[in-house]
């Protein structure tokens, strides 16, 4: 059940696993 | 209120994580710059769980043969299992200096005494490059057992690997080579071998003028 080589971009992944937090 | 609003299990709670370089200034003073860092927070019960990430997505980005990911992840508890997407800080200027220090400091917390060992593996394309293990013992302050794994020193490969990033160009070039690294963290109970946090982190190159950033996740397996 394992991706693969699929690109992260092209996993099931929260949208905020893209946006960079502006201050943690 | 902590449990699923931060890396934490029923049993041990992270309270900080760093990796900095140390740059003397004079034989008084030093620069420290942080490439990654999780500070301290306190998340009171009206606040939001974490998002959650299916397990499943990430498991051939860490080791997947015995003892991998989906074994640990199998063996539980389930709720000792995090990512953290670290956007890291690299606008530090990097010379060859014998005098600067690479380190890594974590602190945890735990209601119980125990002694914890501490896994670190670096992996590339899913593979083990290099573990270092880190054993602690508890100190008993304001109530609870709290364990610091303080200035750790960074291994070669990982000071070798960030000086090779540094010299790329662009940062898009840095984010590909960044999409095959990551590090998985395992912390264990010495003496029972009970899993008690297993963090994956995964890493992209900060674009922010206030420094490394960092989002957590819970891992699990709907």
New interface residues.
């Given amino acids: ?5 699929i ?2 971009r092209k ?4 949208a ?2 893209w ?6 | 209120s902590w449990q699923g609003r931060s890396i934490a299990s029923s049993k041990l709670r992270m309270l900080e994580f760093s990796a900095f370089l140390e740059q003397p200034q004079d034989p008084e003073n030093f620069n420290k710059h942080l490439f990654v860092h999780i500070g301290q927070s306190n998340p009171a019960y009206s606040d939001p769980y974490l998002e959650a990430v299916d397990i499943r997505q990430i498991y051939d980005k860490f080791p997947e043969k015995k003892g991998g990911l989906k074994e640990l992840f199998e063996k539980g508890p389930v709720n000792a299992f995090f990512l953290v997407k670290f956007w890291a800080d690299l606008s530090v200027n990097l010379q060859d200096d014998s005098s600067f220090f690479y380190g890594v400091s974590s602190q945890y917390e735990s209601s119980e005494n125990m002694i914890i060992t501490s896994s670190t593996k670096v992996c590339s394309f899913g593979k083990q490059v290099v573990e270092k293990v880190e054993t602690e013992y508890a100190r008993f302050e304001n109530g609870r057992y709290v364990f610091r794994i303080h200035r750790s020193p960074l291994c070669e490969y990982m000071i070798n690997f960030i000086h090779k990033l540094k010299h790329l160009p662009e940062k898009y070039m840095m984010n590909s080579v960044l999409e095959n690294f990551t590090i998985l963290q395992v912390v264990t109970n010495r003496d029972t071998l009970e899993t008690l946090l297993c963090v994956a982190y995964v890493f992209e190159v900060s674009t922010s003028e206030h420094g490394a950033q960092h989002h957590i996740y819970r891992l699990v397996k709907d």
């Fill in positions: 059940s394992a991706p693969g080589h690109p992260m996993r099931q992944l929260p905020s696993f946006e960079e937090p502006r201050s943690s």
